[in-house]
């Protein structure tokens, strides 16, 4: 007989190897996990089975997961959801959170993703397991009053009751991060003593007439700003509630600072190159997608210089890897001196280097900027106790006259650059020049 208490949650993802990883991970933590291929097939799951969470994966064929969330939600949303979601779809993101979504997570080609799967999946069930309470209290205010209040002073989520505007009551929690050593020290201030200006707008909108939203309370995510003047990120909800005889509104928030922070720390993985902070590869194709069609649409000419470091081999074997690193950091900050702002450099890997020169007036203009790096990578190099220097290969492609698609301007430019490379004195070549 299977255990009742342990948790269900269906997976519905199209990709059979993340859908493994996904399945295996949560399993080694206690949960039963199925899976469902698409979203038809997720949906007879849900209608013949009870499911206590779904994780939905936005990007599915025959029925996706905006979809699938269109049909739970009209259906009274059987259980709370997980949207999974791709770099770069934050607006999906905020689409499903409209749709009755309790949270999402966005995948990284790293997976580190998954790290955060069990935190979310606390949260989220926490979420269901407080609106559950509340709903029981409202159909049975007397018989359920003590127990919400027991669990209100136990909670790890802060909680308060203000009314018109003011503070009437906080839990020891929510005076705890908040920065008060006692929930009095809060009483009769003004909620918005605790919100940052920024998120000032958004929770004037979450206390208007919170009593006449309908369905699950959406929470927000808003900045508060503790005792001590520090500013923690919150999740945030609000809604009308009975206290005391009169009618206020409750407040539920709960410190995600360090999950923001772990979700930042993702992104600037994913998207940077961890030894020298500039671009990596994603975020190179990425921006050059973009100013290639900024291009077209304005008529812009742009560059495209592919460059190999000359003599970075003899140095790394000679002084170590250590020094390897160190000349690799101080070329990057030489060669983003040479540039403009709306320039981009990145590191396509060991000692390559890649640079697009957007909105140019003219070819040669990308000549004058190959010069500049050639110029400041020349000057010497100091790497435990010794002075080094290296020399620089670059190869240029233009667009529109070398191709009109990032894989046929990167392929002529690194063309330039090997044919730089094979006279063995540095410098840079025009593809078109070759």
């Known amino acids: 007989m299977a255990d009742v208490n342990v948790t269900r949650i269906l997976y519905m993802e199209d990709d059979p190897g993340l859908a493994e990883l996904f399945r295996k991970h949560l399993e080694r933590k206690g949960f039963h996990v199925e899976v469902a291929t698409n979203g038809e097939e997720g949906l007879a799951m849900v209608r ?102 027991l669990l209100v002073e136990l909670s790890p989520d802060g909680i308060a009751v203000h009314f018109e505007g003011n503070f009437v009551f906080v839990n020891p ?60 990120e919150v999740e945030v909800m609000s809604t009308q509630f009975p206290f005391e005889g009169m009618q206020a509104a409750q407040t539920i928030f709960r410190d995600v600072t360090e999950r923001k922070q772990m979700e930042q720390r993702l992104k600037q993985l994913a998207l940077y190159d961890a030894l020298t902070g500039l671009p990596n590869r994603a975020l190179f194709f990425d921006r050059m997608i973009q100013l290639l069609a900024l291009a077209r649409r304005n008529e812009f000419v742009l560059a495209l210089l592919y460059m190999d470091l000359d ?26 001196s ?17 640079c697009i020169c957007g909105c140019i007036t003219a070819p040669q203009d990308a000549g004058v900027v190959a010069e500049k790096i050639l110029a400041v990578l020349s000057k010497p190099y100091h790497l435990k ?50």
Request: contains cysteine; negative net charge.
């Open 48 to 149: 013949a089975k009870r499911y206590d969470l779904l994780v939905v994966d936005y990007n599915m064929p025959f029925m996706g997961g905006i979809d699938v969330l269109r049909a739970l939600s009209s259906e009274g949303m059987p259980a709370p959801v997980i949207m999974v979601t791709g770099e770069g779809n934050e607006t999906v993101a905020v689409e499903a959170l409209k749709l009755g979504a309790s949270d999402y997570l966005v995948k990284d080609v790293e997976l580190r993703y998954l790290d955060l799967l069990t935190p979310v999946i606390d949260q989220v069930l926490y979420k269901q397991q407080l609106i559950r309470e509340r709903n029981k209290m409202q159909e049975t205010v007397k018989e359920s009053e003590e127990r919400y209040r």
């Open 173 to 232: 929690a929510g005076a705890r991060l908040l920065g008060a050593s006692a929930p009095d020290q809060l009483i009769g201030t003004s909620i918005f003593d605790i919100v940052h200006p920024d998120s000032r707008e958004i929770a004037r909108l979450r206390l208007q007439q919170p009593g006449n939203r309908k369905g699950a309370v959406p929470w927000s995510e808003e900045k508060f700003v503790r005792r001590d003047g520090s500013v923690m």
């Open 311 to 336: 003599r970075f081999k003899i140095i790394n074997d000679t002084l170590g890897h250590d020094a390897g690193d160190a000349l690799l950091k101080e070329v990057s900050q030489r060669m983003t």
């Open 338 to 354: 040479c540039l403009r702002k709306a320039d981009t450099v990145a590191r396509m890997g060991g000692d390559e280097f890649i």
């Open 385 to 434: 106790g010794e002075v080094c220097t290296i020399g620089v290969s670059i190869g240029i492609s233009i667009y529109p006259q070398d191709g009109d698609n990032v894989e046929t301007l990167v392929n002529k430019a690194d063309t330039a650059m090997y044919r730089v490379k094979e006279q063995e004195k540095g410098g840079y070549a025009y593809f078109s020049a070759i």
